[in-house]
C-alpha cells in the first residue's frame, strides 16, 4: 500500500477535510489557513463561535501557566489567531504576538535551535544538563509557528513579519540537525542515531510538513528547502511501508501529505505522476 492509497478515504484531490482522523495531530489542522475556507471541520467551529465570545481564553502572560509545553503552540495558540482573523477584530493581535513572544523567550533555545518540553525551571535545568531536548518538541513549536504565521492577516505586515521571523528562526535552528544522506531525526536531537536514540517518524513528518507549508506561502525558498522536505519525507514514508505502520502515523502523513501536494499544484505538477 503507497501513501496515497492509505489517505485516500480521507483526502480528497490533497484538499479535502481530514478532520474525521481520530488523531491528536489533526487537532491543529483547523489553524492551517491555506484550506481553512473550504474546511467543514472549521465550518462546524465557527458557527459554534459567538461574535461576543471566544473560543479559547488565552492567558494574559506565561507566567499565568506554568505548565505550558510544546504541544500546546501548536494545539492552542494558533486557535487564538484564526479567531480574532476570522471571527474577531483583530484587536488582540498584539496581545496575541506579546504571549506568543514570551513563549518563545520561554520554551525555544536559539543558541541550540530547539525547544523545552515544559515552561517550569526543574524541566529546563534538566534538560540543559543531560541535553536530552526531544525533536519533537521542536517540531511543535516549528508547526504552531507555521500556523500562526499562516492565520495572521498579511495586510498587519509588521506582525506578519514578526511571525514569518519566528518561523525561520526555527526553521533553520532545527535543520542544523539534518543530515544529507541521514534524512530523519532521532528522537533526542542533539545525539546521534543509534539502538538508544532511534529514527523519531513522527517528528521527522513533522518538519517536512513545516517545510512544504513554508514554502507554499514563500516564507521559504522552495529551491533551498523543498529538496529537503522531499527527502524527509519520503525516508518517512519508505520506513512506514516496510513495517506496514501508516496508521501510526495517520495525522502527520495526512497534513504532509496535503501540504506536499498543495505545493506541487502551485507549481504546476501533475501529482498522479509523484510516486507517495
Not at 483547523?30 to 467551529?45: H, K, T
Request: hydrophobic letters at 35%.
Amino acid at each position: 500500500m503507497t501513501c496515497r492509497e492509505f489517505l485516500e478515504k480521507y483526502i480528497s484531490d490533497g484538499r479535502g477535510d481530514i478532520s474525521e482522523l481520530e488523531c491528536s495531530m489533526v487537532r491543529g489542522a483547523v489553524m492551517r489557513m491555506l484550506s481553512i475556507n473550504d474546511s467543514a471541520f472549521y465550518q462546524r467551529a465557527k458557527e459554534d463561535w459567538k461574535a461576543d465570545e471566544e473560543p479559547v481564553s488565552m492567558p494574559e502572560d506565561i507566567e499565568s501557566e506554568p505548565v505550558i509545553c510544546a504541544e500546546d503552540i501548536y494545539v492552542r495558540i494558533p486557535s487564538y489567531m484564526v479567531y480574532e482573523t476570522c471571527v474577531g477584530s483583530k484587536e488582540k493581535y498584539n496581545a496575541i504576538l506579546s504571549f506568543v513572544k514570551q513563549v518563545r523567550e520561554g520554551l525555544y533555545v536559539p543558541e541550540k535551535g530547539l525547544c523545552y518540553d515544559l515552561y517550569d525551571k526543574s524541566t529546563k535545568e534538566r534538560i540543559l544538563e543531560t541535553g536530552d531536548f526531544l525533536t519533537s518538541s521542536a517540531a511543535f513549536y516549528l508547526m504552531g509557528m507555521a500556523d500562526i504565521m499562516s492565520a495572521v492577516s498579511e495586510e498587519i505586515f509588521e506582525q506578519y513579519k514578526q511571525y514569518v521571523a519566528f518561523f525561520k528562526e526555527g526553521v533553520n535552528g532545527m535543520l542544523q540537525y539534518y543530515k544529507e544522506g541521514q534524512p530523519l531525526f532521532p528522537v533526542y536531537a542533539e545525539q546521534e542515531l543509534s539502538d538508544e536514540n532511534p529514527e523519531d517518524i513522527h517528528a521527522s513528518l513533522m518538519v517536512a510538513y513545516v517545510l512544504f507549508q513554508g514554502c507554499v506561502r514563500r516564507a521559504l525558498l522552495p529551491e533551498k528547502y523543498q529538496p529537503i522536505a522531499e527527502n524527509i519525507f519520503k525516508a518517512c514514508l519508505d520506513r512506514l511501508a516496510e513495517s506496514n505502520t501508516y496508521e501510526e502515523a495517520a495525522g502527520e502523513l495526512a497534513l504532509t501529505y496535503t501540504e506536499y501536494v498543495a505545493l506541487l499544484q502551485k507549481q504546476g505538477t501533475d501529482i498522479t505522476k509523484v510516486e507517495l
